[in-house]
C-alpha cells in the first residue's frame, strides 16, 4: 500500500511539473490573420502550448540597418520582443513581412568569410538558444502556392520556438530542427515535427 502511494504521489508531482507553456505571437505591422492563425496552430500542435495572438505593433526604429539593403537586425528584434514580453507568457515569436538580418560566425566567434557576405546576412528566422524570444519574416519564404508559402512559415516558427526551449540544430535526416544551411530546399523537405530525439530533450 506505502508503494502504491508513493508512485501516485511520484506521478502527480511528475505530471504538475510538465505545465502547459504559453507562448504570445506578436506581428510587427499588418499580417494576415490566416497567417496568424495558421502559426497558432501549428505551435499548439507541436508543443501542445497555449498560443495568444499579441496586438500588432511596430518595428523598432533602432533595429533598421542599410548596410546592402533596408533590413532589421533579427538580434535587436529579439532584445526588443523580450523586452516587452507579457507576464502571463512564456516565449515570445515575433513576425514581420520585413526581411530582416544577422552577423553569420563560425564556432571561434570570428564572422564567416567572405565577411562582406555575412556580416549582414538575410535570414527567415532567429531565435534565443535557450531564451524566451525568437522572430521569423515573411520575406524570403514567399511562393505562389500559398500552401507551401504557409509551410515554410509554420516549420521556422516551429523551429524557433524549439530554439528557445533549448534546442539545438538536429543532424536527423527531415526533423524540424535541422539546419537549414542557407537554403529554403530544405525547409521545404523537413517534416513539421519534431524528431523524437529532439522531443525528448524538451
Known sequence: MKKFVALLLLSIVF???????????????????TILSSISEILKTSYQADVYILDKTELP???FTNIKSPRYRADSLLIDLKSHIPDSIDYILGITSKDISTTKRITDGSIKKPESKYQDWGIFGLGYKPGQSC?????RIKHVKTSLFKSRLQKIAVHEIGHNLGLDHCDTKKCVMQDAVESINTVDLANFKLCNRCLDKI
Request: hydrophobic share 30%.
Open 61 to 63: 526604429k533602432t533595429a
Open 135 to 139: 522572430v521569423v519574416s515573411t520575406f
Open 15 to 33: 505530471s504538475c511539473s510538465k505545465r502547459t507553456i504559453k507562448i504570445g505571437i506578436q506581428p510587427y505591422g499588418d499580417i494576415d490573420t
